[in-house]
């Protein structure tokens, strides 16, 4: 069926292209996106482009928000950048996100001390400070520059523990690499926005940390808890179920009880309550979840698709809300994101080589030094009202950063020397 779809490809087109020279507005502008559409869904019939179906989805997801900017931005009358609409559908995607880790991710320090530090290290100075150096240079707006060193302080993202097990690096030190840099997401996310992008938008630390824990590690925390009581015994599932009842019982009191307190806006017992809160929820979405899983085991397998659906929301969305700037400036952000993207894999690569890891890890660390979370980059931007501008880096450099990372992966995997055994670093 795919081949159909691939067939039908070139026809859109084609009759794209007339219908521009007829100017026929209506039927160049679909043709457009249905050509796009048909090369996604397609391109999983031939070998040598299947692994770019998602990036296709992304590329379809811009040309659509460009063409159709307020089709996208508001569906009736509901308007599609709502604050809660971008926090569940965040928090859906680390959700899907964390149902591929597990705990032991996060161990993983013990067998590759020195690769993970150098790897942390790599992520938080280069990517910030390249983000900075590139965003001043091109002179962009203040929004827009400091969305690019945003991408930059944020943490990776499971693209670079795929790119690592195409490339045949080392996956444990990737997956470890990317648990403890999520886990350090909300002290240094605002700490680097606060030094590299203080002057450009105004940046409340305090503020920005809790909507990272609530984008990031809340929805983590969830997946973990369907882990524990997956793979760690009785015990663990008696204190998670034990934990979970006095969650539900804190969150029912709380309705009640909520109107007795006056708490203001914005205020550290607002965000301290808002917390709980979302723990209290985090056990309950992950008791209900593993729940669904003992009921239908294969849907750890499809989460990572609900991921991918809210990151082409999000480009979507961020792509037609920012349209007039990005059709000003779309070109000089692709160009920023090709060097800002290659400064990480460059710099990654040699600075864990000049730091005595093995080539195989030092890839690795490329890898994860290189590629950002762009989907918490554009859950920030999002709960900040800023879509339109400072989250517009990320719908450019999501794209870029899928295809780079896939053709590396594999001219790493097709040069890489059989022999070269990726030993653990246990220094």
Same mark, same amino acid.
């Given at each position: 069926m795919r081949k159909y779809f691939l067939w039908a490809a070139p026809v859109f087109f084609i009759v794209a292209g007339l219908s521009w020279l007829q100017q026929s507005e209506i039927i160049w502008k679909l043709g457009l996106i249905f050509g796009f559409s048909s090369i996604a869904i397609g391109a999983g019939h031939v070998k040598i482009i299947s692994g770019y179906q998602y990036t296709f989805w992304i590329i379809t997801a811009v040309c659509a928000g460009l063409i159709y900017p307020d089709f996208f931005l508001h569906v009736g009358g509901f308007d599609m950048r709502n604050k809660w609409l971008i926090l569940i559908i965040i928090q859906m995607v680390m959700f899907g996100m964390g149902t591929q880790m597990s705990i032991e991710d996060f161990t993983g320090i013990r067998k590759s001390g020195r690769g993970v530090l150098?790897?942390?290290?790599?992520?938080?100075?280069?990517?910030? *400070?390249? &983000?900075?150096?590139? =965003?001043?240079?091109?002179? #962009?707006?203040?929004?827009? =520059?400091?969305?690019?060193? *945003?991408?930059?302080?944020?943490?990776?993202g499971l693209a670079s523990n795929v790119m690592t097990y195409i490339a045949k690096g080392n996956l444990v030190l990737s997956v470890t690499v990317t648990a403890i840099s999520t886990l350090a997401a909300p002290i240094m996310t605002p700490f680097l926005m606060k030094i590299f992008a203080g002057t450009l938008v105004e940046v409340h630390f305090f503020n920005m940390m809790m909507e990272i824990i609530k984008i990031v590690l809340v929805p983590l925390a969830a997946a973990m808890i369907h882990d524990i009581l997956k793979n760690y015994g009785n015990l663990a599932r008696k204190r998670i179920y034990l934990l979970t009842i006095l969650s539900v019982f804190w969150l029912v009191i709380f309705i009640f009880i909520r109107k007795s307190f006056y708490v203001i806006d914005d205020s550290t017992a607002f965000h301290v309550f808002e917390i709980i809160n979302f723990t209290c929820g985090a056990f309950i979405v992950g008791v209900l979840y593993h729940w669904l899983y003992k009921a239908y085991p294969k849907i750890d397998a499809v989460m990572p698709y609900f991921?991918?659906? &809210?990151?082409?929301? #999000?480009? *979507?969305?961020?792509? =037609?809300? &920012?349209?007039?700037? *990005?059709?000003q400036i779309g070109f000089l952000l692709f160009l920023a994101s090709v060097l800002h993207n290659g400064a990480g894999y460059f710099f990654g690569y040699w600075l864990s080589r000049l730091s005595g890891l093995d080539k195989k890890s030092s890839q690795t660390i490329a890898f994860e030094v290189g590629l950002q979370n762009g989907g918490m980059a554009s859950g920030l931007a999002g709960s900040m009202g800023k879509l339109a501008t400072l989250g517009l880096a990320s719908a450019v450099f999501s794209p870029w950063m899928n295809?780079? &990372?896939s053709l590396l992966a594999n001219y790493w995997r097709k040069t890489g020397n059989p022999e070269d055994e990726t030993q653990p670093d246990t220094h």
């Open positions: 150098i790897g942390l290290l790599g992520h938080f100075t280069i990517m910030p *400070l390249a &983000g900075f150096i590139i =965003a001043t240079t091109f002179g #962009f707006e203040p929004e827009i =520059a400091a969305g690019i060193i *945003l991408i930059g302080s944020c943490s990776s991921s991918m659906f &809210g990151i082409i929301y #999000f480009t *979507l969305v961020t792509t =037609a809300a &920012g349209r007039d700037n *990005l059709i295809v780079s &990372g």
